[in-house]
């Protein structure tokens, strides 16, 4: 059984279950990781989708506001911190 969240709540990308949001509050501190998360679309302001995870420890599959898709290592998402957010259909 899971807890009930609320919106706002602080997570990191990688404690998001699937259909859940992220408002992204904090990326690592200037380093190359967070050059190439703000490629993809992942920045602080914006908010993300988790579509699913990849079973056995594989990469997290995302959509970012503007419908881009990307597959994101665990280890990178649990660096990503944010806000849980409510997302419209």
Request: include cysteine; aromatic fraction near 0%; hydrophobic fraction near 40%.
């Amino acid at each position: 059984m899971t807890a009930h969240r609320n919106s706002g709540q602080r997570l990191t990308l990688l404690e998001l279950q699937s259909g859940e949001g992220l408002r992204i509050v904090n990326l690592p501190n200037e380093t190359e990781l967070s050059t190439q998360l703000r490629v993809l679309g992942i920045r602080e302001g914006e908010t993300v989708l988790l579509l699913r995870r990849a079973l056995l420890g594989g990469p997290l599959h995302l959509r970012t506001e503007c419908g881009v898709e990307v597959a994101l290592g665990r280890s990178a998402a649990a660096q990503v911190s944010g806000e849980l957010a409510v997302i419209a259909p």
